[in-house]
């Protein structure tokens, strides 16, 4: 799966730098990726599987990325935003490419067996405590593509013109890494993409296949505090106290209506 999503996001991107690598098909670069992948690319998803990091704190997984494409000859600056690496590919006129791959990994254990599972522990800089780690959401195979997409988005810079940006971001999971990024004024910096490009791998579809939807695939994330305080009172008299779990619950059900009774029906909506 992790080669043919590679495949088809690479078409994606050739279409928008104006490449010839559709009309000449895809039977070389299959093959160039699947040798990569065999000589190279194998390897770094599999260390950076067994070797996850929390959001906030991606320092060796931001490192080995910006080693990587500084050797594809990219022009890389790193910490932005924190743990982020911005990678520029200059291949004259043409529009601003950007295509972007999370990095962080999770605070869950790894029992897969696998030969390359995750045995590591990381403090969290959040929470202050120490979790062990997974890539349990995929973004080792986002960052692994992100290299490939570089090698092989160099080897036919014959065949497209135009600016690629690549960009290894962190935080994913706590909805921070994005905004961390832009308020280091990542577009003012960088300059602002004509084309923005990101996937994510999912189990949900068969092998090979790229999912491509009109507007957003996900939910956008938003959280709200709600405290309810309550007031103590005997278990013989519960009339004098205020009870915060049923306050609670009546807060939750009514809240579950707001999406029925205030949004149109074809707008999606989840509380």
């Keep these: 799966m992790q080669l043919k999503a590679q ?5 994606f ?3 928008l730098l104006n490449s010839s690598l559709v009309t000449s098909g895809d039977n070389d670069l299959t093959k160039s990726i699947t040798l990569d992948y065999e000589n190279r690319l194998k390897a770094i998803f599999e260390d950076f ?6 959001s906030l704190a991606e320092f060796e997984t931001a490192r080995k990325i910006s080693a990587a494409l500084k050797n594809h000859g990219f022009k890389v600056t790193e910490n932005v935003g924190g743990t982020g690496v911005v990678a520029l590919l200059e291949n004259g006129k043409g529009p601003l490419v950007m295509m972007r791959a999370d990095m962080d990994g999770l605070p869950l254990e ?8 995750s045995k590591d522990k990381q403090l969290d800089p959040v929470t202050g405590n120490i979790f062990p780690v997974m890539h349990a959401c995929g973004h080792d195979v986002h960052i692994t593509a992100l290299i490939g997409t570089a090698k092989q988005m160099v080897d036919l ?8 940006m690549l960009i290894a971001q962190p935080a994913e999971e ?3 890494g994005a905004r961390n990024m832009m308020n280091d004024n990542l577009w003012e910096r960088f300059g602002k993409p004509d084309y923005a490009l990101a996937f994510h791998v999912s189990s949900m579809l068969p092998s090979g296949i790229v999912n491509v939807v009109d507007g957003s695939p996900y939910a956008g994330a938003d959280t709200v505090d709600i405290y309810v305080h309550g007031i103590g009172a005997h278990g013989a008299s519960p009339h004098a106290g205020k009870d915060p779990i049923v306050l609670g619950s ?5 809240l579950q209506t707001l999406v029925s009774r205030e949004l149109p029906p074809r707008q999606p909506g989840v509380v």
């Design 7 to 11: 495949i088809n996001v690479l078409l």
């Design 13 to 15: 991107i050739a279409v």
């Design 49 to 54: 599987h067994a070797h996850p990091e929390l």
């Design 110 to 117: 790894e029992k897969t067996d696998l030969p390359y599972a």
């Design 157 to 164: 810079k014959s065949e497209w013109s135009g600016t690629l």
């Design 174 to 176: 706590r909805v921070l």
């Design 250 to 254: 009546q807060i939750v059900n009514s």
